[in-house]
């Protein structure tokens, strides 16, 4: 008897000393609640669908999350590695460049330098020699922890997105049980080399796209599940307005063709445990202090979005096994085809621009 009653009081031990840490074990975030829409059923525009299914993979390197492509059609990807490569047809990729952190969007300029987002690295500029200049650290005082996606203007503006001014992009998922408004949508000036910040309060602020007039922006804001519109010229200039709302899914970067259509990643859809999470701060530092492998994980999923240039979905592109490629956190369009990065692939993803 005196043995069970031991093993009793160490099993009520070790059952107290659990609850006492899931319930006070301190966390790095503040939650903040917030109920989300009820996610829209994957019908009408996102009917689930095969069309990732003949995706063509390109050898890249481990989780090639940003893709550009140059003037002469080659074709680029920042591994989360550091290194910055150049894809090559049916061979190993040629190393390019390589920096401190992690290389997340990447797009060339005008005079072929290759920009990079840089995490809490900054906005990074690599020279086609691949010598790297820091074009900004922070803004208004405060500095960039997650720089995530940029695009640049046709007057040289390089719009770009700071995720979180708290957590780094090794630790984002912080950023998203904690739900705060604490990322930027920022603009930079290669002339006077100033950053200003054009919208603040941003929760998880990430893809960014200029509209092909100039006359908006676009970004994702992944803690939302929507895409804003930043007007920057007219008389709505500095105003902000939904573009496409209640998504089935965590928007990632967003780019233009530079003609009529957005391309959207969805890197995974929505999560309901999560989404049932987001309203009750208390259990979301509850689940914080779960192993890694109890907590809501991204599904792996293919998902892309065509839009229009009022935010209608004109291409719905699908592989919900994930078979063929996953968790796609970039699509480009260039030169008839359509390059897809991913968080969770050892390849850039290349698929024919659909029909209209």
Same mark, same amino acid.
């Given at each position: 008897?005196?043995?069970?009653?031991?093993?009793?009081?160490?099993?009520?031990?070790?059952?107290?000393?659990?609850?006492?840490?899931?319930?006070?074990?301190?966390?790095?975030?503040?939650?903040?609640?917030?109920?989300?829409?009820?996610?829209?059923?994957?019908?009408?525009?996102?009917?689930?669908?095969?069309?990732?299914?003949?995706?063509?993979?390109?050898?890249?390197?481990?989780?090639?999350?940003?893709?550009?492509?140059?003037?002469?059609?080659?074709?680029?990807?920042?591994?989360?590695?550091?290194?910055?490569?150049?894809?090559?047809?049916?061979?190993?990729?040629?190393?390019?460049?390589?920096?401190?952190?992690?290389?997340?969007?990447?797009?060339?300029?005008?005079?072929?330098?290759?920009?990079?987002?840089?995490? /809490?690295?900054?906005? =990074?500029?690599?020279?086609?020699? +691949?010598?790297?200049? %820091? &074009?900004?650290?922070?803004? $208004? *005082?405060?500095?960039?922890?997650?720089?995530?996606?940029?695009?640049?203007?046709?007057?040289?503006?390089?719009?770009?997105?700071?995720?979180?001014?708290?957590?780094?992009?090794?630790?984002?998922?912080?950023?998203?049980?904690?739900?705060?408004?604490?990322?930027?949508?920022?603009?930079?000036?290669?002339?006077?080399?100033?950053?200003?910040?054009?919208?603040?309060?941003?929760?998880?602020?990430?893809?960014?796209?200029?509209?092909? /007039?100039?006359?908006? =922006?676009?970004?994702?804001?992944? +803690?939302?599940?929507? %895409? &804003?519109?930043?007007?920057? $010229? *007219?008389?709505?200039?500095?105003?902000?307005?939904?573009?496409?709302?209640?998504?089935?899914?965590?928007?990632?970067?967003?780019?233009?063709?530079?003609?009529?259509?957005?391309?959207?990643?969805?890197?995974?859809?929505?999560?309901?445990?999560?989404?049932?999470?987001?309203?009750?701060?208390?259990?979301?530092?509850?689940?914080?202090?779960?192993?890694?492998?109890?907590?809501?994980?991204?599904?792996?999923?293919?998902?892309?979005?065509?839009?229009?240039?009022?935010?209608?979905?004109?291409?719905?592109?699908?592989?919900?096994?994930?078979?063929?490629?996953?968790?796609?956190?970039?699509?480009?369009?260039?030169?008839?085809?359509?390059?897809?990065?991913?968080?969770?692939?050892?390849?850039?993803?290349?698929?024919?621009?659909?029909?209209?």
């Amino acid at each position: 008897m005196k043995t069970k009653r031991k093993i009793l009081l160490g099993l009520v031990l070790i059952i107290a000393v659990l609850v006492l840490y899931l319930a006070l074990w301190p966390v790095p975030i503040d939650p903040q609640a917030w109920t989300p829409p009820e996610a829209p059923p994957l019908a009408g525009d996102y009917q689930p669908n095969d069309r990732l299914a003949a995706i063509e993979k390109l050898k890249a390197g481990h989780h090639p999350e940003g893709v550009a492509v140059d003037a002469a059609g080659h074709v680029y990807a920042g591994l989360d590695d550091g290194r910055i490569v150049r894809l090559t047809e049916g061979g190993e990729p040629q190393d390019f460049a390589r920096m401190e952190g992690r290389p997340l969007g990447i797009q060339f300029d005008a005079a072929g330098n290759l920009l990079v987002a840089g995490g /809490d690295k900054g906005l =990074v500029s690599f020279a086609p020699d +691949g010598t790297a200049t %820091v &074009l900004a650290t922070e803004a $208004q *005082g405060q500095k960039f922890r997650c720089v995530n996606d940029l695009d640049v203007a046709a007057d040289g503006t390089i719009y770009f997105s700071d995720s979180s001014y708290k957590f780094p992009i090794s630790i984002y998922k912080q950023d998203l049980f904690e739900h705060r408004p604490n990322g930027r949508l920022l603009a930079y000036d290669p002339q006077t080399k100033q950053t200003r910040v054009v919208l603040g309060g941003l929760y998880f602020a990430n893809g960014v796209a200029v509209s092909p /007039d100039q006359s908006f =922006v676009l970004l994702s804001e992944t +803690g939302k599940y929507r %895409v &804003l519109r930043v007007w920057l $010229q *007219g008389a709505r200039a500095g105003q902000s307005e939904n573009f496409i709302d209640n998504l089935p899914g965590f928007p990632d970067n967003i780019t233009s063709n530079g003609k009529d259509e957005f391309w959207l990643a969805l890197v995974t859809p929505r999560n309901h445990l999560l989404d049932s999470l987001l309203p009750r701060p208390f259990l979301r530092k509850v689940v914080l202090r779960l192993p890694p492998f109890l907590q809501p994980a991204p599904a792996r999923y293919a998902f892309a979005l065509g839009l229009d240039l009022n935010g209608h979905v004109r291409h719905n592109l699908q592989d919900p096994t994930g078979k063929s490629f996953g968790l796609i956190s970039s699509v480009l369009e260039s030169n008839g085809q359509l390059y897809f990065g991913s968080i969770g692939e050892e390849a850039v993803g290349r698929l024919p621009v659909p029909a209209k």
